[in-house]
């Protein structure tokens, strides 16, 4: 990742361009989905190499290194949008990212950085070990009438600031949307939906950047 990714400007309700934390767009439609692809009950069973495997046969190909299952949105009467970690390629100095996609959109488009968001915790400067991205993120039942996942971030600008926002990547009408709120949005009623167990953190991690 560049530098340049964790830029985001400071505006209400903006529409990203990139998809970490700045939204990209395209994903593959397949209108052929077998019937285990298009069932809505998928039990994660285990990760084998680069497949999320369920329970009763079913798995779904990645195409990514170091995969790791974290969860599902479920969506009544459809396949759910499975969350999981891992890079898009096979290198050590490719940041682990986290991606969402729902089986029912056919194959996850991996190469070149796309479909990826930003993984939560701390991100370092590989050069001056400066801190210029902290994050929190939620997945489930985030904000009252919103699920998906939400990113409550800081981040450090060219200029020296540090800014505030939230990322919220939410479903509406079996697609994932993107949002940017600026400043530091509602962390409290996240946090009493989690303590209903309406939605889950996902644990940080620290890392340093691409280079």
């Not at 934390?21 to 069973?45: I, P, R």
């Not at 459809?78 to 890079?87: K, L, N, Q, T, V």
């Not at 089986?103 to 950085?113: I, K």
Request: aromatic share 12%; charged share 25%; glycine share 8%.
């Amino acid at each position: 990742m560049t530098r340049k990714i964790y830029i985001l400007i400071a505006v209400l309700l903006l529409g990203c361009t990139t998809k970490n934390n700045e939204k990209a767009s395209g994903q593959l439609q397949d209108s052929s989905l077998t019937k285990n692809q298009t069932e809505t009950v998928w039990l994660f069973d285990k990760v084998v190499g680069s497949k999320l495997v369920f329970k009763d046969s079913k798995s779904f190909e990645t195409n990514l290194f170091e995969l790791k299952y974290i969860g599902q949105l479920e969506q009544e009467g459809r396949a759910p949008f499975f969350i999981f970690s891992g890079r898009d390629r096979d290198e050590c100095d490719a940041n682990i990212s986290i991606y969402i996609h729902s089986p029912e959109q056919g194959q996850l488009v991996v190469a070149n950085g796309q479909n990826r968001y930003q993984y939560p915790g701390k991100e370092k400067d590989y050069e001056s070990d400066t801190i210029f991205y902290q994050a929190r993120a939620f997945f489930g039942q985030v904000l009252k009438n919103f699920k998906g996942v939400i990113w409550y971030q800081t981040q450090l600008l060219e200029n020296g600031k540090r800014e505030s926002s939230v990322f919220l990547s939410y479903i509406d009408n079996n697609s994932i949307k993107d949002t940017l709120f600026a400043g530091n949005g509602n962390l409290k009623q996240t946090l009493n939906l989690m303590n209903k167990g309406l939605c889950f953190e996902i644990k940080g991690r620290e890392y340093t950047s691409e280079p």
